[in-house]
């Protein structure tokens, strides 16, 4: 017999009684930094406060660090580097399937916590540590393979090429599904053999501490995962430079990802970006609308609009526009605020009170463009007095407006008419970024020539995104360097070394030989 479902008032009321004691325990004991298995405070005895969005209340006082601070994670990488990367494979696997045991233990905790410090909705965050454990197990299992290269052979030379990993590494995380995209960024560069310094976003510390702490239990050695938080001007701009430091995964806005290479080309750092998107979503007139609709309102909706895969500009058929702006907007309204807690809630608070006044500056911006706000454009008095919005709709769009060009990376979406396949690809590819693209028809001949015309490193024809760890995960242009997923994360976090075995049958050139 099938569970039936559970009340949403009850799992409201489970999860606030769940939140209460892990919060005094956060208050009580604040976040330090984890260095080489120590938790510590920083070097200058310097806290920041982190806030929940929900009511602005005090989470936790955290360790502001310092070069200092990143200094000693990087020596403790350092020396940890070594006995990681010749751990065998198979031990190494097993203490990575050991953290994601320990993650989905603590699944309702995280879920709660990230909901609390970032205000992402409960039916998004309660998935949040299958999709972390997820990404160890699938890169634990992977570990064996990792140094696997090729065999190129010649007449005269035996070549092989194998994959060695590349050292200490600086992973840099956003405030957004901070825990999911940590665990996506760490678990591969542990299982290449690397070593790893944190450097979560301060404005969502609280479940990168609880991830080192889990790790730590699970049994990973002391340095092989070092957590330093702060400020990105002083603790992310000393990692990015320090010289131990062999490589950098960053995730957040285009302009740091600018400022990160910069500061890492003294040092010769690798970097991977995974940066901002304006990703479009096209929908012909002979698609499927209702189930475009669905995917439409979920990609930009879904998680706050705070993500960087979100399709914020619609590209819809002007021969269908009005019906399904129609239909677009009544979704819209519907859509419920309200607790991030409470499960029937869709829309949470904006992560912080300056992201919530860049997202509200918005609403001036299109109307002053000349764009008409058919739903939302305003701040939302949500429960707590936090910060909250209006899940927002704008029509009457020019491809050459503000809010057609500039990542609002909230619940914003911005509509734009099209004639036919060729205005759709000019007016999707006519901005900075090129992280993904979405395109709804049922004609797969055009459904295949518009990928093909999208500048954009990840396409979607007639879904959502949805994602499968093995494929490559990343952007074009202003949207990042490099891709993620799969085997791509190996050739990031590893260097490819080529061997190259004489037959012994080749002639060797001689030279300084005596005049005869």
Known sequence: MAKPPADPAAVFAANQERAAPLLTALRANGIKHRIDGDVIASSSGETFETTSPIDGTVLAGVARGTKDDIDKAAKAAQRAFKAWRDMASAARRKLLHRIADAIEDHADDIATLECIDTGQAWRFMSKAAVRGAENFRFYADRCVEARDGLNTPAEEHWNISTRVPIGPVGVITPWNTPFMLSTWKIAPALAAGCTVVHKPAEWSPVTADLLAKLAKEAGLPDGVLNTVHGIGEEAGKALTEHPIIKAIAFVGESATGSAIMAQGAPTLKRVHFELGGKNPVIVFDDADLDRALDAVVFMIYSLNGERCTSSSRLLIQSSVADKFIEKLAARVMALKIGHPLDPATEIGPLIHERHHAKVCSYFDIARKDGATIAVGGKAHDGPGGGHYVQPTLVIDAKPGMRVAQEEVFGPF???????????????????????????WTSDMGRALRVADALEAGMIWLNSENVRHLPTPFGGMKASGIGRDGGDYSFDFYMETKHVSLAKGTHKIQRMGLPSS
């Open 413 to 439: 979406l911005t509509v734009i008419p099209f004639k036919d396949e060729a205005d759709a690809i000019a007016i999707a590819n006519d901005v900075q970024y090129g992280l993904t693209g979405y395109v």
